[in-house]
């Protein structure tokens, strides 16, 4: 009986987790199309929420999908600094985020990765 506990407590934490993780991609997304609608400032929002489900998805998909936080990340940058005002300034932006994303993928150490995180562990 208290071998139950003990899972039905790690059980509630991994659904906490779930809650937090899914909850992120959700803004991530909703804050993705209002970001392609117009309001680009919330391309920030979004490479934020893509980057904390990463986090927490990390020992499955999170290895893969932190990649794509810098696709937002170069345009929330590129758009901020008001270096993209053409089409083309998009794609390269695109095109950027993307190398960088594949980058951090294949050749960065998940520590390095998400550092700011284990500064508080």
């Known amino acids: 009986m208290a071998g139950n506990g003990n899972i039905q407590n790690g059980g509630d934490k991994m659904l906490i987790f779930s809650i937090i993780a899914f909850s992120a991609l ?9 970001a392609i609608s117009g309001k ?18 990390g020992f499955s ?11 937002p990340l170069a345009l929330a940058i590129g758009l901020s600094l008001g270096w993209i005002k053409r089409k083309s300034d998009y794609v390269l932006s695109v095109g950027v985020g993307t190398v960088m994303g594949v980058i951090v993928v294949m050749f960065v150490d998940d520590y390095w990765t998400f ?6 562990s």
């Open 26 to 34: 959700a803004v991530a997304m909703v804050s993705l199309i209002i």
């Open 40 to 57: 680009h400032r919330h391309y920030w929002i979004t490479a934020i929420g893509i980057y904390i489900f990463s986090f927490i998805a």
């Open 61 to 71: 998909i999170g290895q893969l999908t932190v990649g794509l936080t810098f696709i």
């Open 115 to 120: 550092f700011p995180f284990w500064i508080f």
